[in-house]
């Protein structure tokens, strides 16, 4: 495998009792890459990507992080699934810790960072994310966009080299969007590795190096942004693109 690969989906499939959620999908993403995948409701999106950090269990296939082929050793995958941070929909703070406290969590638990260095990670990640001055606050005093801004310097804090983003900013009033896509756009340009589902598709266009289209479990097609969104080469591609550019 060369050494570059940050991640590779070989032959993955899965299972939802009789339901195939996922078919034979391959994908492989190189360091530095930012893949956008899109595709309609149930098409088997969110499953791909929390199979590749193991939040789901695949049936069939291999994933495969920084060279490290996961399921074969605790230790290792360990090591590799450190390597990747995820951010949802939903923002998943806790309501009853401040900012601060959010972020410094993980360092502290999982790292075992003493709590002045935790701090001080957590507030460069807040800088980098453009709100240090909410730190001391609780994330219901927090509008969504800033709670989601939150949610990726929290994964930041974790030092992460791949991220997944699952639609990110799906769950936000519309003028929070943009800010949230800033701070990811952001993370691209400094050449963070990332996979984002996203159906902004002015974001992927700016950001995506690669388009993964996927409809009822498999990767229909990919391509660069500029021949995706010109020349889809599949008529179901085409349809979903129809549908969601003319909103
Ligand atoms: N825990 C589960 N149990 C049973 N079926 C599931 C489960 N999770 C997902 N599925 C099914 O697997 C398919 C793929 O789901 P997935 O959430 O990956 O789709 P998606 O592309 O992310 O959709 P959306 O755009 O709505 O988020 C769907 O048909 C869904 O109903
Ligand atoms: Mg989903």
């Known amino acids: ?6 991640v590779r989906v070989v032959g993955l499939s899965k299972w939802f009792g009789d339901f195939q959620a996922l078919k034979d999908v391959n994908l492989t993403v190189s360091h530095g890459e930012r893949v956008v995948i899109c595709g309609p409701s149930g098409s088997g999106k969110s499953t791909l990507i929390r199979c590749v950090n193991t939040l789901e269990d695949h049936d069939d ?15 290792s995958d360990k090591k590799a699934l450190a390597e990747v941070g995820m951010v949802f929909q939903q923002f998943n703070l806790f309501p009853h810790l401040t900012i601060l406290e959010n972020l410094t969590l993980g360092p502290i638990k999982s790292r075992g960072i003493s709590k002045a260095d935790a701090e001080r990670l957590a507030m460069k990640y807040l800088e980098r994310v453009r ?9 219901s005093g927090l509008s969504g966009g800033q709670q989601q801004r939150v949610a990726i310097a929290r994964s930041l804090c ?25 701070v990811i756009v952001d993370l691209a340009n400094e050449g ?4 984002c589902v996203t159906h902004e598709m002015g974001f992927a266009k700016q950001a995506a190096d690669r388009m ?17 969104f010109t ?9 979903f693109l129809d549908q969601i550019l003319r909103h």
């Open 131 to 139: 709100i240090p001055d909410q730190a001391h606050k609780r994330p």
């Open 212 to 228: 993964v289209f996927m409809d009822g479990g498999e990767i229909i097609e990919t391509g660069s942004p500029d021949a995706f």
């Open 1 to 6: 495998m060369a050494k570059q690969e940050a």
């Open 158 to 182: 974790m030092e992460p080299k791949i991220m997944l983003f699952d639609e990110p900013t799906s769950a936000l009033d519309p003028e929070m969007i943009a800010e949230v896509l800033d």
């Open 192 to 195: 963070m590795t990332m996979i």
């Open 231 to 239: 020349a889809p080469e599949t008529d179901r591609c085409k349809r």
């Open 61 to 75: 296939g291999e994933i495969i992080i920084s060279g490290v082929k996961i399921g074969e050793n605790p230790s």
